[in-house]
């Protein structure tokens, strides 16, 4: 069956769901969107005895019907496989009477790699036996640009470029880069903040003149950014995953509801689990975590969403973010698919920074959808208590979680708290926050004294990074990232 996608903000032209992933975003800039989402059938139940892989391709082809089974099946023996170091991809353990859902056992010790192992592999059969290559632009603070790498080195049609902010990402996360191998991947540094990166991205994308060049020569620039439904939909799989484990170890009867508290940023990962609710899994509540960067806190307690506020640089530098993209499908979905809705929104967003949602449909997102938030200070604690109460080291992103649903009473309810990435890949806050000092040391002097400290060893994709060679050493004015890219597709596809 094929599924079809439309835009958050107009339902006039429908793509499927392969042109959706190759486009990433639709023309008008609104999300792609799939109205057939509460119709789709897909019994939670016969996912009870399956391994993840094997759920995984149940999922995918639910949401992305226009994939054959064989497609979806060879793509997810690829993106799941020993690149990851747990055989349940994403295990799941108890934490005092709640459960951790460990979403960083992939190749960068980040949950996106969950997404990123697989988006490539969706978008080279959605390629398919075309002339064009595509060539993936990402600016990243420090995350996002590496799981990409990962996930698209030597896919063959493809090549990525990531940008970072030169000396304003981690050491770990520099050398992550840096070291990255393949035949196809270009990595440079910008001399400006993040946001300047992004915003010379944006101008790739737009530059009618690159674009014409590239498309001369049938390459054409996409993005691996969470607006792609490419990088959504896979993640709806660990929600129907951790469920089935529950009711393995019978700490649920099949059935029952479950809560679901998640660290948000770009609202991505919270949102999978809205799907997964759509889907008919049984949930209860989708409980928004939140840093200081509070603005998804706000807008679920009253409705009102306001990005005209200091941005704030935290210890779970993912979620620094005041715009949440992946919000838009929601709104999308509470107002009954009103497009034109959506897009009056998004207007006012854009041109004055604010929107506020009518009563119904803040109504109807206080159903489903509960918010906290922790900032800094408040999340340093969490980390040292659940230390030494517990015994379990998080990360930073983790601990945002974790003390929001621990300010929640659960009413006997089951409840799982998705961590995003590894404690070592952020040693130094997590090592201080833990009472150390980690003055003068670099980031393997504090992973050192973590794994030490925690009697666990750090996992190798980070601790070998100590020893690989640099290979990317391009530092670049702002100005210069258009060239960058227009060389680096030279190089990659001659
Ligand atoms: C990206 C990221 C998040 C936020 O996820 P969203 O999908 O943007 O809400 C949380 N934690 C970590 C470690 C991340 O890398």
């Avoid at 992939?106 to 959605?126: E, H, N, R, W, Y």
């Avoid at 649920?252 to 997964?276: E, M, Q, S």
């Avoid at 975590?289 to 009253?302: G, H, P, Q, R, Y």
């Avoid at 060893?457 to 100005?479: G, I, M, N, T, Y």
Wanted: proline share 4%; charged share 25%; with cysteine.
């Amino acid at each position: 069956m094929r599924t079809f996608y439309h835009s958050t903000r107009s339902s006039a032209t429908t793509v499927t769901s392969k042109q959706a992933i190759l486009q990433g975003l639709a023309p008008d800039g609104g999300l792609f969107v799939t109205d057939a989402v509460d119709q789709m059938e897909l019994d939670y139940k016969s996912l009870l005895s399956k391994n993840y892989q094997d759920q995984a391709c149940v999922v995918l082809s639910t949401l992305l019907g226009d994939y054959t089974d064989e497609e979806i099946g060879r793509c997810v023996k690829k993106a799941y496989s020993n690149q990851f170091d747990n055989p349940d991809i994403t295990p799941v353990t108890k934490i005092g009477d709640d459960w951790l859902l460990e979403l960083f056992h992939g190749p960068t010790c980040a949950f996106k790699d969950i997404a990123l192992q697989m988006l490539p592999q969706l978008m080279s059969v959605a390629r398919g036996e075309s002339e064009d290559s595509v060539m993936i632009v990402t600016a990243t603070s420090g995350d996002t640009g590496k799981a990409a790498l990962e996930g698209f080195a030597d896919v063959p049609g493809c090549g990525v470029t990531v940008f970072y902010p030169a000396g304003k990402v981690s050491d770990i996360q520099h050398l992550q880069m840096v070291c990255q191998k393949g035949s196809n991947v270009a990595v440079c540094g910008v001399r400006g903040t993040f946001d300047d990166t992004q915003t010379g991205v944006k101008e790739i994308f737009s530059d009618p003149e690159l674009n014409a060049r590239l498309a001369q020569r049938h390459i054409k620039l996409s993005s691996a950014n969470s607006i792609n439904i490419g990088r959504l939909v896979p993640q709806v799989t660990y929600y129907f995953f951790v469920y089935s484990k529950l009711v393995e170890r019978e700490a649920i009867k099949a059935g029952d509801k479950v809560d679901f508290c998640v660290p948000t940023g770009n609202f991505g990962d919270v949102l999978a689990g809205y799907l997964a609710k759509k889907l008919d899994l049984p949930i209860r509540h989708l409980i928004v975590a939140s840093n200081a960067n509070n603005v998804l806190t706000n807008f679920i307690t009253t409705g009102r969403y306001d990005r005209r506020r200091p941005f704030i640089k935290t210890i779970s530098p993912s979620m620094d973010i005041l715009v949440s993209s992946n919000l838009e499908r929601l709104l999308y979905y509470e107002s009954d698919g009103d497009a034109d809705y959506v897009a009056s929104l998004m207007q006012q967003l854009n041109d004055e920074g604010y929107y506020e949602v009518t009563k119904s449909v803040k109504e109807r997102i206080q159903k489903t959808f509960l918010a906290g938030y922790a900032d800094d200070a408040v999340t340093k604690k969490t980390i040292k208590e659940t230390f030494e109460n517990e015994g379990r080291l998080v990360d930073p992103h983790t601990a945002v979680a974790k003390t929001v649903l621990d300010s929640i009473e659960s009413d006997g309810v089951q409840r799982v708290c998705l961590s995003t990435a590894s404690p070592f890949k952020f040693s130094a806050d997590v090592l201080s926050a833990l009472g150390k000092d980690t003055a003068g040391k670099d980031g393997f002097e504090c992973m050192d004294e973590l794994a030490k400290l925690a009697g666990l060893a750090a996992p190798k994709q980070l601790s070998e990074l100590r020893s690989a060679p640099q290979l990317h050493k391009d530092v670049e004015d702002l100005d210069q990232m258009p060239a960058f890219v227009e060389n680096s597709c030279t190089r990659i596809f001659r």
